[in-house]
């Protein structure tokens, strides 16, 4: 029966083999490369900076000998001429010893170059061996990384594993981060180079063939892993490997495929050491190039030495080389204390503290990179830095250069892709349907000047609807698409034209949608799936976009040909409290109201009377003559009329009692009315603006110039119904240089009331304090259109206009008086007409001439004209 529990070990233990020969092998590409940079330098040592140095000192030696004479020469004349003058311009001392300085470097510059960089590797590998010799006093032998986990292995041998590797070398060199890295792996430099070492270097060990044929890589014995990894005791032990599965029981099998795991935990936890291993050796060749630029720096700066106004040239380059000796024994303590912490984690076998640790290794990586490169920067630029400081700002150094080298170059790439970008998407929009008003705005929208003229034509009164505005208009349209991507970093001049073809709305007349009058309403978008994206964007995603109208303008335009909003608010009744503070007398009112209505009395009772009085004639003339008489038709149609005209009499006799009812229930009172909230001071401002409109409209006076604050102050409170009293001040006291402000504003903005109480409203309602965008794109047409200015100029007065609208309070208080009802008895007026008349009528049956004498005599009793002859 087939052993199905060691086929599936097998299978584990050859999986794990896979992992780590592929993880080795990416270490091992990052070792190389650590090895590959420690050859440049070591080239760049000996075959580029030593013959420089040597070459520009064997230059420089016969100059400096020159200028040091000519030192002398100036000091001598310095000396004949104290007794005139005093001039300090060489320092004996110094120019003797700088000279026997020059000559030195001049004579040890290419040995001394080399012997700084042995002395900073000697540096870095102090730093490491007393770090680890401090680990193992404190921690113990390295071993202690083995008694945490059993799985776990202790450092292999700490050698020079790849400095005889060199050519030329002709013995081990000193300790480095590689080195580190490959004693925490149990690596062979054979296992990394794959041919054993030119020198022998004492600690390495001896390289074995590998006698694991579970990892071997093909013919000679090699091995995919580490080959100190197979040997007995490490995590590919050799005697417990697969091929020997036939004599071990299962408990072994499981150990072995274990071990073999672990070997993952240690491959992981050893990138920190490799990339700073890695990073060391970089850092490492900065300051070598840093150093060799510092050497042949001195050697022109020896020139300068003489002389104290330039002896700062020097002493600035010895500075650098402190600079650089300090800072190549700051990185190597660094390095030596991070592997050294590293070291003491892996120890814990805490996977929190190789974490933590590994961090840690980051973040200095990044310090000493850092401080490499600005070693070499520093070297660069010292030398003529300290040349523009002693010539008065001339000299520009070469870091200053390169950088303006760069930014031009920079420049002159965005400037050539921004370009080839706006035009491929000016030519993309025209194949896509757009005009060549739309194509040129995304390709020369770039450009402010045109920008600027384009907008400003777009809406300049005498453009508008014209070819010429047209143009203009979808210009602009194509200038601002643009302006959508514009700004994203590093790609923004090349997507910005991209962006903007792609926002373009379609011109054709047959694609646009019309409402019932033949008027726009709508457009498609050039490129249908961004206008169906858009719809998407612009409404919940649970809601549904409701068809539009075909005739719902969204402005209308009133009889004075403004444009206002559809659907406005409608104005509510004002509301307000009042607060009496005293009664006006009311004398000479009174005694009016008294007189007026006795003469309504009078004149009533004298109409009842007359009409009595014919009513009684009537019915005695209808009984002597009777209907078919000619007097009874005159009386009947008579009566007629004068029922209709006592009818007239009786209404306006009812209005002016309700009218005295109503007078004698009111006082005119002095005090303070107060209105509150938006809707209240919206309609007011409103009702002000429409109150100065009206009252200039028939006057010659122009309908949009400005208006005083006292003005203001009286139209506000009799809209309001107060009246403004004589004595006081003005009727409105508080916040009345805002309200002033905003209503003249309006004023001469030619705001309507309507437009005032709106602009009111959505400010003070906004959380934003602005206006809707309708309302504000209405105003700035409107404006630009009457003051016959700038877009951006209306612009900023409606920008004013809501400021104005925004600092006005949310409420009005008028000082003034005001009727009031009072409570009083009710008027009753008692009325009794009693007209008594006796007539006696004698007509004589046949003359007609005494029955007509008696008639007016009847009628002139009467009083009345309307009988017979009357009512003309």
Known sequence: ??????????????????????????????????????????????????????????????????????????????????????????????????????????TIGPSFYQGMNDFRLNIAQVMYVSVLDGLNNNAGDFSSLAQVNSNDLDLGALCDQFDVYLPGATGPGPIDGLDIAMAYLRGHPQDVMGYPQPVFSPGCGIYLMNPNASTWAGAGGTSVIPMDWNMEGNYFDYTVSPITWDSVSGDERDAAVSRAGASQQRALT???LILFALVEQIVHLLITIAMGVTFISFGIAILFAFF??????????????????????????????????????AATGSAAAIIGIGLLCLVFILITMWSGVKAVWNSFNRLFNAMSQVTGGVMVSPGTAALATAGAGALAAGAAVGIGSSALSGMTALNQGATLAQAAGVTFGGSRTLSGAARTLAYLPGVRNTSLGDAAEQFTEGSVTRQVAGNLPIVGRAAGPMVGAKLLTDRDPDKAEYDEQGRVIGRPMLVPAVGEGLDNWTVPRS???????????????????????????????????FTPVAPIPTTDTEDNLQAERRQQRSDYAAEMQGEEMEQHLSDV??????????????????????GSRLGQVASRLEASAELLARAAQMQMMVGQLRVAGVPDVAGVMGDVV?????????????????????????????????TPQETGGSPIQRDLARFGLFVDQALRLGLTPQQTEQVVREVQSSPEGRMQPATRDLLDKQVQTNQ??????????????????????????????????????????????????????????????????????????AGSGNVTGGGQ
Do not use: C
């Not at 529990?5 to 083999?17: H, K, Q, W």
């Not at 440049?40 to 030696?61: G, H, K």
């Not at 700051?330 to 590293?342: K, N, R, Y």
């Open 690 to 722: 429409g109150q100065v409109r009206a009252e200039r409209g028939p006057s010659e006076q122009p309908v949009h110039t400005s208006v005083d604050h006292l003005q203001v102050a009286d139209r506000m409170a009799r809209v309001m119904g107060v």
């Open 270 to 272: 050893a990138w920190p």
């Open 543 to 577: 809601a549904r976009r409701r068809a539009r109208a075909a005739a719902d303008p969204e402005f209308i335009e009133d009889e004075n040909g403004d444009m206002l909003p559809v659907g406005s608010v409608p104005r509510r009744r004002r509301m307000g409290t």
């Open 1 to 106: 029966m087939p052993d199905f529990g060691r086929m599936i070990d097998e299978f584990i233990y050859n999986v794990i083999v896979l992992i780590a020969g592929v993880h080795w092998g990416l270490q091992k590409a990052v070792i190389m490369a650590g090895y590959t940079i420690k050859l440049i330098n070591q080239w760049l040592i000996e075959n580029a900076f030593v013959p420089i140095i040597a070459q520009t000192n064997d230059s420089l030696r016969l100059a400096v000998s020159y200028v040091f004479i000519i030192a002398l020469l100036v000091l001598g004349l310095t000396y004949m001429l104290a007794a005139l003058v005093r001039l300090d311009v060489v320092s004996p001392r110094n120019a003797i010893t700088w000279y026997a300085a020059g000559l030195l470097f001049f």
């Open 308 to 345: 104290k106004r330039t002896e700062s040239i020097a002493h600035s380059i010895i500075n650098q080389w402190v600079e650089l000796i300090v800072q190549t024994t700051i990185i190597a303590l660094i390095q030596a204390l991070v592997i050294g912490f590293f070291l003491a984690g």
């Open 621 to 642: 003339m209808r009984s002597n003559t009777g209907m078919t008489s000619p007097l009874g038709a005159m009386m009947e149609e008579t009566h007629e009329s004068e």
């Open 788 to 861: 016959n200015v700038s877009w951006v100029k209306a612009r900023d007065e409606v920008d004013r206009l809501e400021h104005s609208a925004r600092m006005l309070p949310p409420e009005i208080t008028a000082y003034g008086a005001m009727r009031v009802p009072v409570e009083s008895a009710q008027p009753q007026v008692n009325m009794n007409v009693d007209p008594t008349v006796q007539v006696n009528v004698q007509t004589p049956a046949a003359q007609d001439t005494e029955y007509d004498a008696a008639v007016k005599q009847q009628s002139s009793l």
